[in-house]
């Protein structure tokens, strides 16, 4: 996290990952293969501003975020037979809190990217080729929320 500002806040991740299977029992898990969601980078960045604000007659803060997610190729499966792509989601949230309460409006996945979160083997078709079955990512989410602190 960086305070560029008092109202202004950036953070970010980054992961780089070199893996490989080193062993299995399973004979047809080859030594070498990638380990199963595991890219080799993903990273996520993120901007936040806040500022005191009343609303109602309430005293509290305004909140405005936009953050970013990437995720990397990378293998589904110990015998590395199914592939998935890369993906980057963008999220956007704005909102007011106290110490009552929370308002806030929200949209993931606001370009509504549009990517396999996960897969795995299902068999094998009558012409030899591998079945899979994939589970989609989350298509864009629009909502609202609130909170009350009792």
Do not use: H
């Amino acid at each position: 996290n960086y305070q560029i500002t008092p109202n202004w806040r950036l953070d970010g991740t980054l992961a780089l990952l070199e893996t490989e299977i080193t062993g299995s029992a399973d004979p047809t898990v080859q030594d070498g293969n990638d380990v199963p969601y595991a890219p080799a980078v993903s990273y996520s960045l993120g901007a936040e501003y806040q500022t005191d604000m009343a609303l109602f007659g309430a005293d509290g803060q305004f909140a405005a975020r936009i953050g970013y997610a990437f995720t990397g190729k990378r293998k589904a499966d110990l015998q590395n037979r199914i592939d998935l792509e890369s993906y980057g989601v963008l999220d956007l949230r704005v909102g007011w809190s106290n110490a009552r309460m929370d308002l806030y409006a929200f949209v993931e996945n606001a370009l509504d990217e549009d990517y396999i979160e996960s897969a795995g083997l299902f068999g094998v078709g009558p012409d030899g080729t591998p079945v899979t079955a994939s589970t989609p990512g989350q298509r864009r989410k629009i909502g609202v929320g609130a909170n009350v602190r009792f």
